[in-house]
């Protein structure tokens, strides 16, 4: 990420950054909801946050996301109670 991004848009630059994204937001997101379509082969696909699909297909719902404190944050994220996330700032206790 680049000094200059603070407070504008984030965009993953690959899978891998998409992926650490939804497992870090999305998994313990209300709003990520079951989401069951069919791709172009015919195949049906199951995701769960209509930011992810829209930006997933290059649509500008992603304007949710966007850069704090030199991370990616998701401004729609509204925590799951059942589903907690760990604070990102705290590392993991070791046993």
Do not use: Y
């Amino acid at each position: 990420m680049g000094a200059g991004q603070e407070g504008g848009l984030w965009r993953p630059a690959n899978g891998t950054e998409g992926a650490d994204f939804e497992r870090n937001w999305c998994a313990h997101c209300v709003n990520a909801k079951p989401n069951v379509w069919e791709d172009e082969f015919g195949n049906e696909v199951v995701s769960g946050c209509d930011i992810v699909d829209a930006a997933f297909w290059g649509h500008v719902l992603a304007l949710e996301w966007v850069v704090r404190d030199g991370m990616p944050w998701c401004k729609a994220f509204e925590q799951d109670q059942a589903r907690p996330a760990r604070c990102l700032f705290t590392a993991e206790m070791e046993l």
